[in-house]
């Protein structure tokens, strides 16, 4: 079975541009989230799908980011403008049902390191 | 800030050592998991454990909730140096439906 897989692995940017990360979940898994890692501290939930609609976006900071999930498939995050304060690593992750409350795991992809200078 | 705390923030341990790394957070929850990060890489889930569970077993791990006092540790037995990694817990709370990182814990295994 095929993992989640994000892309791009590594991103550069300077401040006030703008920037787009793309995830696909494992085949078949309904419930989506993107993470936000900042070094040396736990991943924190930037938004969370279930198959197209937004079920958690409350610490997305919508002024600047935005998320989407085609079709209920693969999703794509954007940063406009960036801040030097997104520099971290975005975490893609899937889940076969609704995730952390109802108990299932969640299968991570390897991230997208982005870089604001 | 949300996150749980874990500690120690950082352990360093010799190869054949048992490695403890506790977790405590602050509300309720319904279940509580133990995730690894290798260094440049996405987590990976090692156990999970449900609120009305104790201990939990899974190869070399052991995990045990204890919701009196609102914290959890996760043993390592007989560790390898390939249990480098960073260790996080993360609870799902009811009424919830997302996980909540704690700070982690940096584990150096040193063969």
């Known amino acids: 079975e095929a993992g989640v897989a994000q892309s791009p692995r590594y991103k550069i940017i300077e401040k006030r541009q703008s920037v787009a990360f793309w995830c696909n979940p494992i085949?078949?898994?309904?419930?989506l989230y993107w993470y936000q890692q900042i070094l040396g501290q736990g991943p924190k939930l930037l938004i969370q799908f279930q198959n197209n609609g937004v079920v958690d976006d409350s610490q997305l900071p919508k002024d600047r980011f935005s998320a989407e999930r085609l079709k209920g498939v693969d999703s794509t995050l954007k940063i406009q403008p960036a801040k030097l304060e997104d520099s971290a690593v975005y975490l893609c992750?899937?889940?076969?049902?609704?995730?952390?409350?109802?108990?299932?795991?969640?299968?991570f992809g390897p991230g997208t390191r982005l870089t604001v200078l | 800030s949300q996150q749980g705390e874990e500690d120690p923030q950082a352990l360093s341990i010799q190869e054949g050592e048992n490695a403890t790394m506790n977790c405590s957070y602050k509300t309720s929850i319904n279940n509580l998991q133990w995730y690894r990060q290798n260094s440049g890489r996405g987590l990976v889930h090692l156990i999970l454990i449900r609120s009305n569970e104790r201990e939990k077993h899974s190869g070399r791990l052991r995990v045990t909730l204890d919701t009196s006092k609102k914290s959890s540790s996760l043993l390592i037995t007989a560790s390898r140096a390939a249990d480098t990694a960073s260790y996080f817990c993360?609870?799902?709370?009811?009424?919830?439906?997302?996980?909540?990182f704690g700070t982690g814990t940096r584990l150096l295994v040193s063969p």
């Open positions: 992750a899937s889940s076969p049902l609704r995730g952390g409350a109802s108990g299932n795991e969640q299968f």
């Open positions: 085949s078949g898994h309904a419930t």
């Open positions: 993360a609870t799902g709370h009811t009424g919830f439906q997302k996980l909540v």
